[in-house]
């Protein structure tokens, strides 16, 4: 895999930017050929920046202002399948809006980049942020990966593109950030040149563009006797995403000494209760169990990063040790013994002969705050099931009952 070197310091530009203005800025010097989108908050500010721009002769991407989210995602299908490098951005409903193209995107292995401001889905309308508008698509098809700073947004957009365009994966993938709470809020922000993350991409090179030369048929009608073929390539495809998505991050980090991995773990070596959440509350998690050891407590976090594919293997690994895990997640759903995030993890710990007890705590629905003592509550109730021998399949906190 083509690897850049180190760029030196005084080559780096250092800028206090929002999660979307950071998105956007990687969506330029990564040279995107087309960037179809509809505005919807709290994603909008991807879109108008990067227009800033194509308007400002900064990048000649052809930008296409659809009518709706669904014609957006159609229009980069179109895109990706002629052979261009692709992108796109959306939240809550508009990624509702986008769904059946989001199953045709992924089938038809086109590797599109997606911005995703996570935004509770309504009703009541609502937008703040939770993640129940990725997590209903986890099935799709799409790598989804979750991002806890602007810093990993930027960074994690540019991996993005060389993840979904190497030949041995093909298919597009989720960039997840925070509605408001990381879309609009100002960090800090190291910025590559723009020739560095050119060359550290290289230009895509298809498999079977459109061509007509050499004209194919794409997404064609496929009953009984192909279709079944088909789905179990995507599938194999997905399985290649760990192996490439490390050499990706290797890669990246001989060129900026950053790497995040598909999770991060956090004083889990000797934790007895080990707390799994991902994207800010990650953040949050980690100052807790800081506070926590200091009061003697044994206990660690793993912030996840990429849910699909989900890592498996990795996370019984890190956990396995643990008398317990406590799994915080903002999404419901309805009707099932636990919410997506612990369906995972307790799949993923099933066959182990000891396994660690299991928590579920529904947190921030509709951008309900979570502050650490949010975090500190589902650690005592964890503590107190464990004397008990028992848990709930799941509860929820911070809410008014």
Request: aromatic fraction near 8%.
């Amino acid at each position: 895999m083509t690897a850049v070197e180190k760029i030196p310091a005084d080559k780096i530009k250092i800028e206090g930017l929002t999660g979307d203005a950071a998105i956007a800025h990687a969506l330029k010097q990564c040279d995107v050929d087309v960037l179809a989108a509809y505005p919807i908050t709290p994603q909008t500010i991807i879109v108008e920046d990067f227009q800033k721009f194509v308007a400002n002769g900064e990048v000649k991407t052809k930008v296409i202002p659809v009518e709706s989210e669904h014609s957006a995602m159609s229009a980069c299908v179109g895109a990706a399948a002629a052979g261009g490098r692709v992108a796109t951005a959306t939240a809550s409903a508009g990624l509702a809006l986008m769904w059946e193209i989001l199953y045709c995107a992924a089938s038809m292995r086109m590797p599109i980049v997606l911005a995703v401001a996570n935004r509770a889905l309504s009703a009541p309308i609502n937008i703040h942020n939770d993640w129940s508008d990725t997590y209903g698509a986890r099935d799709s098809g799409f790598i989804q990966i979750y991002c806890q700073s602007c810093q990993e947004a930027y960074d994690t957009t540019i991996m993005a593109f060389k993840l979904a365009e190497d030949h041995r994966v093909l298919l597009p993938v989720m960039v997840c950030i925070d509605g408001f709470i990381l879309s609009h809020n100002v960090e800090r922000v190291e910025m590559l040149p723009d020739e560095a993350v050119r060359e550290f991409l290289g230009v895509r090179e298809p498999v079977l563009p459109l061509d007509p030369d050499n004209p194919i048929t794409m997404g064609p009608l496929a009953l009984t006797d192909y279709y079944f073929e088909i789905k179990e390539g995507q599938d194999r495809a997905m399985y290649n995403v760990p192996e490439v998505f490390k050499e990706v991050e290797e890669a990246f980090k001989k060129m900026t000494g950053r790497a995040y991995g598909m999770y991060e773990t956090y004083r889990t070596e000797d934790a007895e209760i080990i707390i799994i959440t991902h994207s800010t509350p990650g953040g949050t998690a980690k100052v807790v169990a800081d506070v926590l050891r200091e009061q003697g407590e044994k206990v660690g976090v793993v912030r996840l990063r990429m849910f699909r594919p989900f890592p498996v293997d990795e996370i019984v690994k890190e956990v396995k040790h643990a008398k317990a895990v406590a799994v915080f997640e903002k999404c419901r759903s309805f009707g099932a013994t636990c919410n997506p995030l612990a369906m995972e993890i307790r799949a993923a710990l099933y066959d182990l002969d000891e396994k660690p007890m299991v928590t579920d705590f529904v947190i921030g629905l509709g951008g309900r705050d979570v502050p650490p003592t949010t975090i500190v509550e589902g650690y005592n109730k964890t503590k107190e099931y464990l004397a008990k021998g028992k848990a709930p399949l799941y509860e929820t906190l911070g809410v008014r009952k």
